[in-house]
């Protein structure tokens, strides 16, 4: 069974720094894009970016190049969306999701990130 | 960039009733990379429709896409209690990809 489980909530502060994990498992994890889509509270799905664990390959969308960091460990099947300097504006539910062609066939069950002061 | 817009923003019908979703690109889509996604509340989205029109594994026959181009449709035949959500269009034709900013169904 695929099953894409991502780390739990996170509350933190402006200006800090956060990692937040997605473990993938029951499928070849070197084999499939990994992405990463932004829904912040009651809004609408914003896709991030996309890595090729296999070779890391990564893409970002203009709207967050620069804003966050995507990377992969595929020794542990594991894929990562990193901060270096948290925002108020931050704060929004992230989704991990496998991409076959480009459409999500998987989705994690989501990472609530608070940033508050 | 495309941008997708989605119409009506939101859709008050009954159960039974026929759903027509729309989707517009602000370009042309290549090969017909769209799909639609369906999301509940606390839920993250699933996968209803890819290819613009080829089902999802599991996915129920009273769901189907269409359209090419610029212009796509979600059809939900019968409208069942399961189905009041709100409903997503992705393209994945060209970087970035993209969503649409969604359309509530909701019972009328």
């Known amino acids: 069974e695929v099953q894409l489980v991502q780390s739990g909530a996170e509350v933190k502060k402006p200006g800090e720094s956060l990692k937040i994990s997605c473990k993938g498992s029951?499928?070849?994890?070197?084999?499939?894009?990994i992405g990463w889509v932004r829904q912040m509270p009651g809004k609408g799905l914003e896709w991030m970016g996309i890595?090729?664990?296999?070779?890391?390959?990564?893409r970002y969308s203009p709207s967050f190049q620069g804003q966050v960091t995507i990377s992969a460990d595929k020794s542990i099947s594991t894929a990562y969306l990193q901060w270096s300097s948290l925002k108020a504006s931050d704060t929004a539910m992230y989704y991990c999701?496998?991409?076959?062609?480009?459409?999500?066939?998987?989705w994690g069950q989501g990472t609530l990130v608070t940033v508050s002061s | 960039e495309i941008v997708l817009t989605q119409s009506p923003g939101t859709l008050s019908l009954s159960p039974g009733e026929r759903a027509t979703l729309s989707c517009r690109a602000s370009?042309?889509?290549?090969?017909?990379?769209l799909a639609w996604y369906q999301q509940k509340p606390g839920q993250a989205p699933r996968l209803l429709i890819y290819?613009?029109?080829s089902r999802a594994t599991g996915i129920p026959d009273r769901f189907s896409g269409s359209g090419s181009g610029t212009d796509f449709t979600l059809t939900i035949s019968r409208l069942e209690p399961e189905d009041f959500a709100v409903y997503y269009c992705q393209q994945y034709g060209s970087s970035p990809m993209t969503f649409g900013q969604g359309t509530k169904v909701e019972i009328k």
């Open positions: 290819g613009a029109s």
């Open positions: 370009q042309s889509v290549s090969s017909s990379y």
């Open positions: 999701a496998r991409h076959v062609v480009g459409e999500v066939d998987y």
């Open positions: 029951g499928y070849s994890f070197t084999s499939y894009w």
């Open positions: 890595i090729y664990p296999g070779d890391s390959d990564t």
